[in-house]
């Protein structure tokens, strides 16, 4: 029965083929497409309104160095986003909760701000290993916690995502056994069960929003840094 709790984080397969790749592509065909017509659906505009809102915020903490930025860290945004909600739903498989894919996309897109900051600004980057008025016997202690801070951070940005999202799914997944398990025995405990579930199912599609929001905001303050 525990194990049966942890079949939902492996990948499916048919044919003995991983359909982890399958289920990474299908959020980009609710993407709008371009086209030549004038005036767009109301689909297309509540999209292109919520990419407009998604990239001003996370452009915010950023100086005008930064902008160039904006495509990637919307792009990734939106694919975080689509992927953890579309993940809530049934019969569907969440790829972020998955470690290795968080890791994917975090160290990369770390290194490059690391990177951005070492090649633009390299002293500037590499004082912040060590605080100003530092006492001189704490130099090298300081020195060691601040390095392993920073290359700490994309561990850090993986796992919060995947322990977050994988929480959430264990939960949901708990209370409807135990709702469906109490329903001949309690029906009225049941139902109260079944209320707590809806409530979590919202908090869980809430909790796939900030995830997303937080592990892109994280980059953009990381990049913020660097330039």
Not at 156 to 180: E, K
Not at 195 to 217: D, G
Request: hydrophobic share 55%; proline share 8%.
């Amino acid at each position: 029965m525990n194990l049966s709790f942890f079949d939902q984080f492996t990948s499916p397969c048919l044919l003995g083929i991983p359909l982890i790749l399958l289920s990474m592509l299908f959020p980009t065909l609710l993407l709008p497409t371009p086209n030549s017509r004038w005036i767009t659906n109301r689909l297309s505009t509540l999209q292109l309104w919520l990419f407009h809102l998604i990239t001003k915020q996370l452009m915010i903490p950023l100086s005008k160095n930064g902008h160039k930025w904006a495509l990637p860290l919307t792009s990734l945004m939106v694919l975080l986003l689509m992927v953890n909600l579309l993940g809530l739903l049934p019969y569907t498989f969440t790829p972020t909760t998955q470690l290795s894919m968080n890791m994917a996309l975090a160290f990369p897109l770390w290194l490059a701000t690391l990177l951005t900051g070492l090649r633009n600004q390299p002293s500037t980057s590499l004082g912040h290993l060590l605080p100003e008025g530092t006492p001189t016997p704490l130099i090298p202690a300081l020195i060691m916690i601040e390095t392993t801070s920073l290359l700490i951070r994309p561990l850090a940005l993986g796992v919060r995502l995947t322990a977050n999202l994988t929480a959430g799914h264990l939960l949901i997944q708990l209370i409807s056994t135990a709702t469906t398990a109490l329903l001949p025995i309690m029906p009225t405990v049941s139902i109260l069960t079944a209320l707590i579930l809806f409530l979590l199912t919202i908090l869980e599609v809430a909790v796939a929003m900030i995830q997303a929001y937080v592990f892109v905001l994280l980059l953009s303050l990381y990049l913020q840094e660097n330039i």
